[in-house]
Every structure is written in structure tokens, then in C-alpha cells.
């Protein structure tokens, strides 16, 4: 089947429309499983209180915060962020990679670099999407909690920036529709271009299953759980519908923009 998709395309490096789908359609197994990793803690909310961890040296805000910057900080030494398909939330100041560089094919293009909507998702995920589907109250447990926190952003941040790739090869597959949108920096356009309203609704439904099957509680004997799920399926589904794809679709937008540089 991939070798059948690398044969359709006209692309020396194999990227494929197909292909991307099937790694978009993984993260989506990491994006729930971390959402119900994260929902086994209730909201507490001094993890994201910034006088809560004021005594931390360096925190320089919130836990949740202290525990990103160091996390990336030692991720940044080990070379992740020199992967294209990660991006980290604080950018500046990170140290470099310690690790001899990788050899990344070079399949986006180079202004692709300048596009991270982190801080977009950061303001999403805590201000709207936590409050949603995780129960209210404070178990004291705020080190971990900021730990799962991080899971779900990064996994959401991938997905998201994932669209990089999915612009990429959608233009090189109709460079003649994309080029004249692209030279009149037409965002409409472009947005009509790359939509699939049908593959979105797949998206949203199968999310949702996910949810039911990745959430449900799994006992012997009496089903005396069944339809409790450990994340709201629903909330999964709206996640994508109203967040995550379009976001992605930002991403996919921002990127061709620069595409001609
Ligand atoms: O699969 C694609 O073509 C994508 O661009 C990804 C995606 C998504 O975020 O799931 C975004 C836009 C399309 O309308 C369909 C799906």
C-alpha cells in the first residue's frame, strides 16, 4: 500500500498526502491517551498559579511553566528540537544541541522555521480546553499533574505543526493551483484549497470512538461502567472540530504563504 503511494507521487522523498494522513491518524491514539493520562488528576489549580511556585528558583512563573522551561531545556541539549516536528514553547534561550547533528532530509522549506503557533496552543489548552474535560478540585498531586500537562501540549503541538508537512506536499502535488494564491498571499483561497470537509468529519467521528474505546473502563464480570468513559468522547470530538484542525489549518496556511520566498 505505501509502496503503491510512493508510486503515485512525483516526489523524490516519498512524501505522500496518504502517508501523512496515516501519521496524523497515530497521533490521534498519543493526543487521547495523554488527555486521559492528564484527567486522572482534578484541575489543581496551583499548579498554574504563578505565587504557588514563586520560591522555585527560575521558575519565573506558574510550576507548570518551571517544569516546561527545564524539561526543554534538557530536550534542547539532547537534540529534539533540531527535528523539525518539534517545536518548543519557550523558544528563547534554549540551550544547544549537545548531540552530533542528524541527518534530517530537508523536505520543507526553509522559512518553514519562522512558523510556531505554541504560544496559540499553550493559550487554548489551559484557557479552554482544560477546564473542559478535566473534574474540578485539588488533590495536592501538582508536580505530576504539570508533568501530564506537558504530554498533552506536546502532542497536541506536533499534530498541529504537522500541517507544515501536509501544505508541503499538497503543493508540490498542485503547484499550478497553489502558486497564483500563493503570489497574491491569498489566505482564502489558499484555505479553500486545502480543505477536505469530508476527511474532517472522518477525523472528528473517529476521535471520538477513540475516546469510547481508549477511555473505557475495563472490568470482568457485570458492566456496570459501560458509557462512562475516563474523557468526555464529545469533548475529544470539539478538541478537534473547534482547536485542533483548524489550527492545523493555520499552520498549513501560514507555511504556503512563505512557500515562494
Ligand atoms: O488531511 C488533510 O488534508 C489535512 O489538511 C489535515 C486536516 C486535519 O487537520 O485533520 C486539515 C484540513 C483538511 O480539511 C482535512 C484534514
Redesign the pocket.
Known sequence: KHEMAKAESNVSDGLT?EL??ES?IRQEDTIVFSLIERARFPLNSPTYDKSYASSVPGSGGSLVEFIVKQTEAIQAKAGRYENPEEHPFFPDNLPPSQVPPQKNPEVLHPAAMSVNINKIIWDMYFNELLPLFVTPGDDGNYASTAARDLECLQALSRRIHY?KL?AEV?FRDERKDYEPAIRAQDRDTLINL????R??EA?KKRVEKKAMTFGQEVTLGDDGNKGKYKVNPAIVSRL?GDW??PL??DV?VEYLLHRLD
Do not use: N, P
Not at 486545502?194 to 470537509?197: D, G, K, M, P
Open positions: 498526502l501523512i494522513r496524523l500541517g501536509v499538497k486545502l480543505t477536505f470537509a476527511v474532517e477525523v478537534y485542533v484542525i492545523t489549518k498549513e
